[in-house]
Nanobody, 121 residues
Framework: QVQLVESGGGLVQPGGSLRLSCAASGATLDYYAIAWFRQAPGKGREALTCIRTSDDTIFAAGAVKGRFIISRGSAKNTVDLQMDSLKPEDTAVYYC??????????????WGQGTQVTVSS
């Protein structure tokens, strides 16, 4: 069974960049779609973007399109989220999740523990 661990979160100033990484263990990511979600304080979980590893098709939500880019990581069995032009409203806990059907339509059966991103001056 695949397990996911996020890393790369932290404090960044508005306009800055961060790169999050989602590392998988227990199975190769080649059989899963991997998505990034976030949850801000007092708000529901928001889907951001997803990569379907069968053909590397990418889906992105309008709110982050052009600023957040998902990609296969340089490290083996990882998926990264490059976040640019960060805004205070991007402050949230960021999660990666695996769609075992490799479709990016869910359900997402496996979740990481999350990594905190704080955008503040």
């Amino acid at each position: 069974q695949v397990q996911l661990v996020e890393s790369g979160g932290g404090l960044v100033q508005p306009g800055g960049s961060l790169r999050l990484s989602c590392a998988a263990s227990g199975a190769t990511l080649d059989y899963y779609a991997i998505a990034w979600f976030r949850q801000a304080p007092g708000k529901g979980r928001e889907a951001l973007t997803c990569i379907r590893t069968s053909d590397d098709t990418i889906f992105a939500a309008g709110a982050v399109k052009g600023r957040f880019i998902i990609s296969r990581g340089s490290a083996k069995n990882t998926v990264d989220l490059q976040m640019d032009s960060l805004k205070p409203e991007d402050t949230a806990v960021y999660y990666c999740a695996a769609d075992h059907g490799n479709t990016c339509t869910g359900p997402y059966d496996t979740w990481g523990q999350g990594t905190q991103v704080t955008v503040s001056s």
